[in-house]
């Protein structure tokens, strides 16, 4: 699978071909949620930008700081073999890399925030408004998101910020190596898409990081870090699918079909 590094490389070049204002446009508008946040992907944006862009739209017309909450896929490529390490169980590899990172360090690679970042800029200064954004990358939270390191320095932004986060909660096909691959295109493949999401904004309505973490090895999610974060910082909220695109992959992997990724929008509400 490629690096972090070169997806960020891969996402910037299709960017560059794509018309965001037209992109900004074209985006529904939707409400921000009064006490929660808005989840949009990080997947491609020929397929998926609409998603991003009504987060990005809402986020600018709020008038307010936002604070993003991106995946980590694993560092940058210089830190893989202490990042596999850590991921193996070692426990000095986790105490040193476990924590919520900012893109000066671990996170300088990553791409999942690159989209909303170009959107959420070019809507803010469409309306004559300077971006104000603060990103931070959870990494290996497990059970207990409240005890990570700087998690006291997250809680405040999120409380003097409004916030959204990312996620892609379904990695599927022969690419990602499912064991009985099924195509995007089918209804009933969505609907088992559906089914399996909203099993996972089930167990974090419940705040059962356990069980959500074997959901997310099951369906190859990435939200497994971000998902946690997001209830942690929000209890008892409702989350809610809002849309849903199964977004073809197999072309850019160089493997066969079907081989595609989940692209979601997703509420969260405080009850």
């Known amino acids: 699978m490629p690096t972090a590094a070169w997806w960020k490389s891969f996402y910037a070049r299709e960017r560059a071909g794509i018309d965001l204002d037209a992109v900004l446009d074209a985006a529904p508008l939707i409400p921000f949620p009064d006490l929660g946040a808005l989840v ?109 390191p700087n998690w006291d320095e997250l809680a405040r932004l999120a409380r003097d910020h409004i916030v959204v986060g990312t996620a892609d909660p379904m990695h599927h096909g022969i690419g990602y190596g499912t064991g009985e691959a099924l195509e995007e295109t089918l209804a009933g493949t969505i609907a088992f898409a559906r089914s399996r999401i909203e099993e996972h904004l089930d167990a974090l309505e419940r705040a059962d ?29 409702t989350w809610t699918l809002e849309d849903l695109r199964l977004v073809n992959y197999a072309d850019v992997l160089g493997c066969a079909k079907p081989t595609w990724v989940a692209a979601t929008q997703i509420r969260v509400r405080k009850n």
Request: proline share 5%; hydrophobic share 40%.
């Open 209 to 237: 990081f356990s069980g959500f973490s074997r959901l997310c090895s099951r369906d190859l999610s990435d939200f497994r870090d971000v998902g946690p974060v997001l209830a942690g910082l929000f209890p008892e909220s």
């Open 40 to 148: 949009f992907p990080h997947t491609r944006l020929a397929a998926s930008s609409s998603l991003v862009a009504s987060v990005a739209r809402a986020a600018a017309g709020m008038r307010q700081d936002v604070l993003a909450i991106g995946v980590l896929h694993g560092g940058r490529e210089g830190d893989a073999p202490v990042v596999a390490q850590a991921r193996a169980g070692d426990r000095d590899a986790r105490t040193l890399l476990r924590g919520i990172h900012a893109e000066d360090g671990l996170a300088a690679e990553e791409f999942s925030l690159d989209g909303f970042r170009a959107l959420y800029e070019r809507a803010c200064r469409r309306e004559g408004r300077t971006p104000r954004l603060t990103t931070r990358y959870p990494f290996l939270v497990g059970d207990h998101p409240e005890d990570l």
